[in-house]
């Protein structure tokens, strides 16, 4: 019958809620009835599923193939593993679309879902629409689909392997934090040369070692005493779902996602001269400078993995990432962020070359930035103050790019003021060729933000 989902679980990019106060099974149930109606209207008829190793998500994954299957839809079941590993088998198996149960790098009391369908992500309106249809479901009347297991898991390992192209092997420490890239990694490792040390690699829910979010410093800790103690060439961490990856080099310095997507785009312009390779509006200028220098057209787009993955395929671009750490790689792979593959191909390239990943970054200009940094905001006016902004500075002749926000160029350097498409907040970035430089950045961005009431932290 017709079902209400709570408003704020329908996302841009995903379906995420809190277990028992926002999301529940009867949720899931009724996306897959809705996700059935969805395929069946794109002429399709079978839908994979997966799960990662939440607490709540064998619960929520019963439901919604349950619901897929009443809704008239043949379900495969690949059971548990890395949000990858579900697309993988979307893109290689007979099937239509897939929905991957997964809270991501959340809290362990989050759930959600990730959906594909027709090899495209599913996202933005189209999710808006799956509420829609849900107000309509009247009984079940059709024939139930039929619902299968398949287990894709040693065909994923294999392919993740086979594009590993170092000539070397390297001593790597590798931090899964306990989040569903457990078991895919400790099979992987035993296909690859070099010495390896895994790190939470059991599937815990409860995430007992840290926060699965390896864009946050302090969620590196481990993987940096790791790679010291060790004497490790690098350290690779993933989040929760495996869809974004985080890299400390032998020093145990953080790369964050530009400084990743830039090593793995000058291998990938060696094959692909002029080829665009695309980045959010988050990423540094060095990133777009050096794609530029290597040969490479670099294309500024907004932030958001499904927005970077569909205009990976309308570009025919080889490659994409986003600061977070989602990254995309469509040479020798299939288009989808895959934190795993990521790393596999990065291991590949310091395999084969002749300097550090250290070495590698120490030649890159210098510049001195923020982090991003993510200031409370209220839903209804996170909008209008980048609208505010952006006028203002529109009527003072600023040189700025508002492809997704505002980011503002100025003779020192740069700075970045975006509303989030997911939470309450608005994220503000700033960049600058000195430290001096970026002072004056921060001051220009503190004068617009408190223009619109909203403080800089200091």
């Known amino acids: 019958m017709a079902h209400r989902f709570d408003p704020t679980i329908l996302r841009e990019y995903d379906i995420r809620g809190i277990v028992g106060e926002t ?136 392919r993740l392997a086979q594009d590993y192209d170092g000539r070397s092997g390297l001593v790597v420490a590798w931090d899964c934090g306990n989040g569903a890239t457990g078991e895919v990694v400790a099979a992987l490792v035993q296909r690859l040369p070099g010495r390896h040390a895994l790190l939470n690699a059991t599937i815990d829910g409860t995430f007992p070692a840290h926060h699965p979010d390896p864009t946050v410093a302090e969620n590196l800790v481990q993987l940096q005493q790791a790679v010291a103690a060790q004497r490790c060439d690098i350290g690779i961490g993933f989040d929760g779902d495996g869809d974004r990856i985080g890299v400390v080099d032998a020093a145990g310095r953080i790369l964050w996602g530009d400084q990743i997507l830039l090593v793995l785009a000058r291998d990938v ?117 980048v609208e505010e902004v952006k006028a203002r500075l529109r009527r003072a002749g600023a040189d700025l790019v508002d492809i997704d926000g505002v980011r503002v160029k100025t003779p020192d350097g740069w700075w970045l003021l975006r509303a989030s498409n997911t939470q309450a907040i608005v994220v503000v970035r700033a960049e600058a060729t000195s430290r001096d430089g970026l002072d004056r950045v921060k001051r220009q961005l503190a004068t617009e933000l408190a223009a619109s009431g909203l403080a800089l932290p200091g």
């Open 269 to 385: 312009l060696a094959r692909h001269p002029g080829a665009p390779i695309l980045a959010d509006v988050k990423a540094s200028q060095v990133l777009f400078d050096e794609i530029a220098r290597a040969g490479g057209r670099p294309v500024m787009m907004q932030t958001g993995h499904s927005l970077i993955k569909a205009r990976l395929a309308e570009e025919a671009a080889p490659l994409a990432g986003e600061m977070s750490g989602h990254i995309f790689f469509a040479e020798r792979w299939y288009g989808f962020d895959d934190a795993i593959y990521v790393a596999v191909r990065l291991l590949g390239v310091l395999g084969r070359a002749e300097e550090s990943l250290g070495a590698m970054i120490d030649r890159l200009p210098p510049v001195f930035n923020t982090p991003e940094l993510r200031l409370p905001c209220e839903e209804a006016r996170k909008f209008a103050i």
């Open 23 to 158: 999301l529940f099974a009867a949720d899931a149930h009724a996306l897959g009835r809705v996700f059935a109606d969805a395929a069946a209207a794109a002429g399709g008829g079978r839908v994979a599923v997966g799960y990662d190793g939440r607490l709540t998500s064998p619960e929520l994954e019963a439901a919604l193939v349950e619901g897929l299957a009443a809704g008239g839809v043949d379900v495969v079941r690949i059971g548990r593993g890395p949000t990858p590993m579900l697309y993988y088998a979307a893109a290689t198996l007979d099937v239509d679309g897939g929905i991957m149960v997964t809270g991501s790098h959340n809290p362990p009391d989050h759930n959600g879902f990730k959906l594909v369908l027709q090899g495209r992500p599913f996202f933005g309106d189209a999710i808006q629409r799956l509420g829609e249809r849900a107000l309509a479901l009247g009984p079940v009347t059709g024939p139930h689909g039929a619902v299968r297991e398949r287990s894709v898991f040693d065909d994923y390992v294999a």
